[in-house]
């Protein structure tokens, strides 16, 4: 059985993050609003961002790249 965790979760979803360094509430912001428009659900989008807001900027940078195609 393969237990690979693949990333991003969602790669087909894309987010253009540059411009945003340093500001950890705008990449959160469009990291949900793209999972919003991609139709994923509340649920899942409320697990991102409590992923999200779990750590510090490097952790709202990682999560992001875990869950969307960050450009």
């Known amino acids: 059985m393969n237990t690979t965790i693949k990333y991003p ?3 087909e979803i894309e987010v253009q993050l540059s411009g945003e360094d340093g500001n950890a509430m705008a ?3 469009r990291v949900s609003a793209a999972l919003r428009r ?5 649920e899942e989008r409320d697990a991102y961002y409590s992923e999200s807001t779990s750590g510090d900027y ?13 450009d």
Do not use: Q
């Open 9 to 11: 979760k969602y790669p």
């Open 27 to 29: 990449i959160m912001a």
């Open 38 to 42: 991609a139709g994923v659900s509340r």
């Open 58 to 70: 490097d952790n709202v940078l990682a999560t992001a790249m875990r869950w969307v195609t960050v």
